[in-house]
């Protein structure tokens, strides 16, 4: 455990609403987002990504924002700004990973999944197959059937996975969002 420490510029009604965004921060540091890459965010409208995390991503990184609610998706990249760009799927995984790959000039370095209790694994198989050679997936959401991924797929265009978040101090991850509006 980390002890936080010299928080009072933050509201005491906001800092408990940090935890919602220090997993998908998480997520970004996990997958080395760099400055100047496009990163998918799949599941962009779901609980642990709608409020505020889209305002953090906002001015720093391009982002295909994802998700199955073509209504809701355009809530978040109005939420976002002009570098998010909204992009509602089908189910339909080569016509989705045509339109999500449009919307990232050919493919985006990263892709960060955060479908929670997913039935079916094409949105997260479109996102995967969205990245450009050499992109990082990092895998934080949930699904209750098998992610088919074949392993010449995985090696023919050199990607990088992982899952869950990087081993480092919960303080630092709320220091790197405290300038962030949240709410």
Partial sequence: MTPAEDFTHIDSVRLPLSS???VPFGGLLRGRLAAGETVI????????????????????????????????IEAVAAAGGQRVVPVAVTGEIQSDVEKIRAEAHGGAQMAFDMVGAARDPNMTLAA????SRDGRFVLMGSMTVPLPIPYTEVMLNSWEGSSCIPKIPTAACLISCAPVNWI
Avoid: D, E, M
């Fill in 41 to 72: 965010i799949s599941g962009a409208t779901g609980l642990w990504y709608l409020r505020g995390f889209c305002r953090s991503c906002h001015g720093r990184w391009p982002v295909v924002a994802v998700g199955r609610n073509a209504q809701a």
């Fill in 20 to 22: 919602r965004y220090v």
């Fill in 128 to 131: 995967l197959r969205s990245l």
